[in-house]
């Protein structure tokens, strides 16, 4: 058996990627998911991966799904801190509700499921956490103030962490995609999308597999070198050093 990862997320759109190209990899795969229970059904009847439903904004419940999928799998030696939702609006229209979930569910969920395994990762010496992010963290975006603050916060907590778990065999690392075609970006008005798509040099979104790729390549046991570093996948449309 390979080593055991949990994708957070993990049922659709680039989670579901990174599970498959994770799972193809070697290692056994838990993909949690919120609350659409037919499109993780699917997911698992065309995967043969596991899926398990719990909110990554409630700490409680992380607490017990992570024990669940470590009474499956064993302890989780690969977190990837992948879920994440938009709720866009401009700040004079942003309303409470649409900051907090925002926040919630992208920045806390780092810190409820990261909690969760760290134990096990010092004790091991060895552990992998990968948070995904956001170009929209790294660069701002207008009309998400909560999902490009939440993004960015990821990138702050990714450093810190990183530095506290070097020497225990861990890493802790970012993978920023720009425009993924994913049902988020469906949510995105034709015309804007256009715009945007307009705004990258490599002229066209990215696909979720090329997510999962950086993903795999953090992984590994063999990247144990590389720790708070924010891994960029966007065509060129943000280039930051
Ligand atoms: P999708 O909307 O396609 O999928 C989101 C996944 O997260 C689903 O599996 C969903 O579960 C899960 N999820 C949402 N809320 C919760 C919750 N509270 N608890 C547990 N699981 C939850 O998103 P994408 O694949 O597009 O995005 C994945 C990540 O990549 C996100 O963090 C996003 O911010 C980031 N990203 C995406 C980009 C893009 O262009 N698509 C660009 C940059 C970053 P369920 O199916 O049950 O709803």
Not at 101 to 112: E, G, Q
Not at 149 to 158: L, N, Q
């Amino acid at each position: 058996m390979g080593r055991v990862a949990l994708v957070t997320g993990g049922t659709r759109g680039i989670g579901a990627a990174i599970s498959i190209a994770l799972r193809d990899a070697g290692y056994s795969v838990a993909a949690n998911y919120g609350g659409n229970d037919e499109a993780a059904a699917k997911f698992n009847s065309e995967t043969g991966i596991a899926t398990y439903k719990w909110d990554v904004g409630d700490f409680g419940a992380c607490q017990e799904g992570v024990s669940e999928v470590k009474g499956a799998l064993g302890p989780v030696e690969i977190l990837v801190n992948n879920a994440g939702i938009t709720r866009d609006a401009m700040l004079h229209k942003l309303d409470k509700d649409n900051w907090d979930a925002v926040i919630r569910t992208n920045l806390d969920s780092c810190f409820n499921m990261s909690r969760q395994v760290i134990d096990d990762m010092r004790n091991a010496g060895f552990g992998r956490i990968i948070n995904i992010t956001s170009i929209n963290g790294q660069k701002g975006q207008l009309g998400q103030t909560n999902y490009s603050a939440a993004k960015a916060g990821i990138i702050g907590f990714t450093k810190a962490l990183a530095q506290e778990t070097a020497r225990k065999g861990i890493t802790v690392n970012c993978v920023a995609p720009g425009y993924v075609d994913t049902d988020m970006v469906a949510d995105v008005p034709e015309e804007a999308l256009k715009g945007i798509i307009a705004t990258i040099p490599v002229g066209r979104l990215g696909k979720s597999e090329e997510i999962a790729h950086c993903v795999r390549f953090l992984a590994a046991d063999e990247s144990a070198f590389i720790t708070g570093s924010t891994l960029t996948a966007n065509g060129a449309q943000y280039i930051t050093g």
